[in-house]
């Protein structure tokens, strides 16, 4: 992989030469651009939200552990799939077009989930979402980064990325919270949710995001798997190679821990769920904003090695059967996609040419998400099969091997000249 420009000092504007994006204002205000953020944060809401229901379905409709995780994976198809239009879709039609769409598609999936009495109704309400989040990671960061104008770009990539963890933790902590203090279990926390995605719809609606002039000559097809301009991919592998892991680790609590809650450590409480999700993006929000003025090689590595104590730390978890650190691992899951996330999302944010903007990010959800959604799978399944202590024991040592791998690349992609 050739070198990539990852400085010491903070990542610098693009220059003026490069072309704003198709439709969008020269530079926003912050407090605009923390309002194009809110309908990331919304949609986000809801792509966790269900995390410490699934005991409560578990109970009710009888499925294993395993079939949590492909519940759960329901969620990154249709995330990925979304991925392969949305980015190109956006950057061709405009955002709008795809945000308004997919926060429908959202408000669909509540009801489904709300209502739901089977597990294929809850595979469908989970495959709706992935379609909203993906149409969201792509077309709704991107209009971010649009508001944003090359003025405040890094202020952009930090309000998009953080939404989105934000948004993350909010879901489960709701919805634990609401399962156990307000009636119906399952359902009012998705009544809530639905009322969130109605405010993001009139945002969306009222932000000053033009339809592009003329169709980029890079978006002539409808369907593709998303993609950076060459001079790019050594940004975007970069970026993959630490958020990928952490998102992957995220992903594990998210539909397992739970069941290792319950299973392991004999804790069955929803609130105790939804909490631990919560501080982990919580952890995921925190961490972007206390290390925005560090280097992004800093972050990056700050990332891998975050990511792989979290492992550690969830391994003495499960064999000293101890709640409080699994939470801790949770913590650590969580910061170290944040700074993953964060790193990627600022290396092609100050690289990338504005027009393909959306994408970049729907090819570094791609590269993050994939992981996520397998992993998890076939740890379920291994659990059910040789216990879910083992399964996790597996599941950390990859990550941990995989964290190893990313900061050995960042190490070895330091530019030229560049000291620390």
């Not at 991107?142 to 998009?160: I, T």
């Not at 570094?364 to 099969?385: I, K, N």
Request: hydrophobic share 55%; charged share 10%.
């Amino acid at each position: 992989m050739p070198p990539t420009d990852v400085r010491h000092a903070p990542v610098p504007a693009a220059p003026t030469s490069r072309p704003p994006a198709p439709g969008s204002p020269a530079s926003g205000s912050p407090a605009r651009i923390r309002l194009a953020a809110w309908p990331v944060t919304a949609v986000f809401v809801l792509s966790n939200a269900a995390t410490p229901l699934y005991v409560v379905w578990r109970r009710e409709l009888g499925f294993s552990s395993g079939t949590s995780t492909v519940i759960f994976a329901a969620y990154i198809v249709g995330l990925l799939g979304a991925l392969t239009v949305a980015g190109a879709l956006s950057d061709r039609i405009g955002r709008k077009p795809v945000l308004l769409p997919a926060l429908g598609l959202a408000a669909l999936a509540c009801l489904l989930f709300a209502t739901a009495a089977s597990v294929p109704a809850l595979v469908v309400a989970r495959l709706l979402t992935g379609i909203a989040v993906g149409a969201t990671v792509s077309a709704g960061m991107a209009a971010v980064a649009d508001v944003a104008g090359a003025a405040h770009r890094r202020l952009g990539a930090l309000a998009a990325s953080s939404a989105m963890v934000l948004g993350a933790g909010l879901g489960p902590m709701l919805a634990g919270v609401l399962s156990e203090t307000a009636p119906g279990p399952t359902t009012t926390v998705f009544a809530v949710e639905a009322v969130l995605l109605a405010t993001a719809f009139v945002v969306v609606y009222r932000l000053p995001l033009a339809r592009p002039a003329a169709a980029p000559t890079t978006a002539a097809r409808w369907f593709r798997v998303p993609s950076v301009p060459a001079a790019n991919r050594g940004q975007l592998l970069l970026g993959i190679a630490v958020f990928a892991p952490g998102i992957t680790a995220t992903s594990f609590v998210l539909s397992l821990g739970p069941a290792l809650l319950a299973d392991l450590l004999d804790t069955s409480s929803r609130i105790v769920a939804g909490s631990t999700a919560f501080v982990m993006f919580a952890a995921a929000t925190g961490v972007q904003f206390a290390v925005r003025r560090w280097a992004v090689r800093t972050v990056l590595l700050a990332g891998a090695a975050t990511i792989a104590a979290g492992m550690i730390v969830l391994l003495a978890a499960v064999y000293l059967a101890s709640a409080p650190l699994l939470i801790t691992a949770a913590i650590l899951a969580g910061a170290g996609q944040g700074l993953g996330q964060l790193g990627g999302l600022t290396l092609l944010g100050a690289h990338v040419p504005r027009e393909r903007a959306a994408e970049a990010n729907a090819a570094l959800s791609v590269g993050g998400y994939l992981p996520a959604g397998l992993l998890p799978v076939a740890v379920g399944y291994l659990g059910d099969a040789v216990g879910l202590r083992t399964g996790t024991t597996v599941f950390a040592l990859v990550l941990i091997g995989a964290a190893t791998v990313a900061a050995a690349l960042v190490l070895m992609n330091r530019p030229a000249g560049e000291r620390g």
